[in-house]
């Protein structure tokens, strides 16, 4: 059985930025992760500038790549009303092919050992040598002091912790694309359609990020993803539009299921979760890149400053719920303010009506820079 200090289960950004920071203070650190990079995952790429001060002074902004400054939010109805509003932090867009790969090289840089195309099986707290023992997929083990959980939405490890929200099955599928297209680089938008959204935003290399959140019961109904696309997406013009005038990048789009936005904890059997593992924003929001490299950032501080396991616990838990509990809350209930035909005709009436009432839900689904 190898020896570790540290080991992080999942090498996305909560997990790449947590290896980042303790690496650099010279602690020893191992990443496991089941892909290899880069890799490209089922995400907007649209991320709230609150992480920008963060990255910058920690020097994991990716100054080389020429990222998208967006600063305007489009919001359209099932049956295409639109209205936009400027955003009040904004964003950039930068595809996880290429900002993990940054990151995962910065890691590196810094010290930290990684375990690639290699996936855990599970992971046992053994109170009596207060020590982790974690179960590979080759069936090997590692034995480590700490372990960070920052293995995403939904994982093979959940599943040996039996938490919670993996008994229920989710309703909802994602579905990305990179296009080339003919689309204002500052703009996010979000297109409703009946069953779920769409967003578009420019990310790197003149590049659009084209991410949708659908319905499993429509993609089985339609009987392709195509079908489904032109059924119920192309309803609204503006997503009719932009299928009908782009170029495809990928063969064949990015894919998941099962994305489940129920609670979760914080520390789950001694181990610290971080990111989506510890709950997932409602993409509409456009922040869960955003909290990952937050909660990245505070798993790390809280192994860095504190030495008895009980104060690490207690530490991060009051950070995360300070910051995160009811910004996932709120993006939980505006979900339902969109994909359905009346109630998006709403939502954009809302934004049209009373900017005041939209900015305040933007503002309380969303950080403040840390
Ligand atoms: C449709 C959709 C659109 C979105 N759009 C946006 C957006 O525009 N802006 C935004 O800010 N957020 C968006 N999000 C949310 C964002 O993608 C996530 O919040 C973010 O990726 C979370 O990062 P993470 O590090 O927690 O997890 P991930 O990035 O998912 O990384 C987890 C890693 O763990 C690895 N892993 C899993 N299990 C194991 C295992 N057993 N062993 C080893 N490795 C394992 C995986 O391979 C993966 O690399 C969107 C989400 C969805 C579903």
């Not at 602690?27 to 290899?36: A, F, N, P, S, T």
């Not at 769409?198 to 659009?208: R, T």
Request: glycine residues 8%; aromatic residues 10%.
């Amino acid at each position: 059985m190898s020896m570790h200090d540290i080991v992080i289960i999942g090498g996305g950004l909560a997990g790449l930025t947590a290896a980042n920071l303790l690496s650099k203070q010279g602690r020893q650190v191992l990443v496991i992760e089941k892909k290899r990079y880069p890799f490209h995952r089922v995400c907007g790429e649209y991320i709230s500038n609150e992480v920008k001060h963060f990255l910058k002074k920690e020097g994991l902004f990716p100054h080389a790549i020429e990222v998208s400054n967006i600063d305007t939010f489009l919001l359209t109805s099932v049956k295409g009303k639109s209205v936009s509003m400027s955003l009040d932090l904004g964003g950039f867009g930068i595809s996880r092919f290429v900002l993990d790969d940054f990151l995962y090289k910065k890691a590196i840089g810094n010290g930290t050992d990684f375990l690639v195309e290699t996936q855990v099986e599970a992971v046992h707290f053994e109170k009596k040598e207060d020590r982790f023992c974690i179960t590979l997929g080759n069936g090997k083990e590692i034995s480590c002091k700490h372990v960070i959980g920052a293995f995403g939405k939904r994982s093979k490890v959940d599943k040996s912790l039996d938490r919670d929200f993996i008994k229920k099955r989710s309703p909802y599928i994602g579905v990305k694309y990179h296009i080339k297209t003919d689309f204002d680089k500052k703009t996010v938008a979000l297109h409703n359609f009946e069953g779920g959204y769409c967003g578009i935003n420019s990310i790197e290399d003149q590049k659009f990020n084209l991410c949708y959140l659908g319905s499993r019961d429509q993609l089985r109904e339609a009987g392709n993803i195509e079908e489904m696309e032109r059924q119920y997406l192309w309803k609204n013009p503006f997503l009719k539009e932009i299928w009908q005038n782009s170029e495809f990048l990928f063969e064949r789009p990015e894919v998941i299921n099962e994305i489940n936005f129920s609670p979760k904890k914080p520390i789950e059997s001694h181990i610290i979760m971080a990111g989506d593992a510890a709950g997932l924003i409602t993409p509409l929001c456009g922040n869960g890149m955003a909290i990952a490299i937050h909660t990245g950032k505070l798993a790390a501080e809280a192994i860095l400053n504190h030495k008895e396991r009980s104060n690490i616990e207690s530490s991060y838990t009051e950070a995360w719920v300070r910051n995160f509990k009811s910004r996932l809350w709120i993006g939980r209930n505006v979900q339902k303010l969109f994909g359905a035909n009346i109630v998006s005709e709403f939502s954009v009436g809302l934004i049209r009506n009373s900017n005041f009432v939209a900015r305040n839900i933007m503002k309380r689904t969303h950080g403040q820079p840390f």
